[in-house]
């Protein structure tokens, strides 16, 4: 059973940062990939990025690029969301997915059958 935590979330202005932390138990990550993906109210949940842990490649979406920065420590497990210059649009809950293999980033949320509980990120204008 992989078990994912995610933590980091909170209340910031626009323009600030925030770094999101997503932690693994159960589970030794070398052919996985990682993502983070949101979910504001009444929308439904999107693909902001994920990473392939074997090779360290990344993928964004189109709106977070340039802004959104994922990573990961092999050591610890965990996988890093780094949220600079945040806009009001970013708001959401996020969570982070995992997904055993595969040769892309899916942004299919289907796809990933292991899931956090989320954590709120409230940006203010």
């Known amino acids: 059973q992989v078990g994912l935590v995610e933590s980091g979330g909170g209340l910031v202005e626009a323009g600030d940062s925030l770094r999101l932390s997503c932690s693994a138990s159960g589970v030794t990550f070398s052919r996985h990939t990682v993502a983070w993906f949101r979910q504001a109210p009444g929308k439904q949940r999107e693909f902001v990025g994920g990473?392939?842990?074997?090779?360290?490649?990344?993928k964004y979406t189109d709106s977070v690029k340039g802004r959104f920065t994922i990573s990961r420590v092999n050591a610890n497990k965990t996988v890093y969301l780094q949220m600079d210059s945040l806009k009001v649009e970013d708001t959401a809950v996020y969570y982070c997915?995992?997904?055993?293999?595969?040769?892309?980033?899916?942004?299919?949320?289907?796809?990933?059958?292991?899931w956090g509980q989320g954590t709120q990120v409230t940006v203010s204008s």
């Open positions: 997915a995992a997904a055993v293999g595969g040769l892309d980033i899916t942004s299919i949320p289907r796809l990933y059958p292991n």
């Open positions: 990473i392939r842990w074997i090779d360290g490649a990344t």
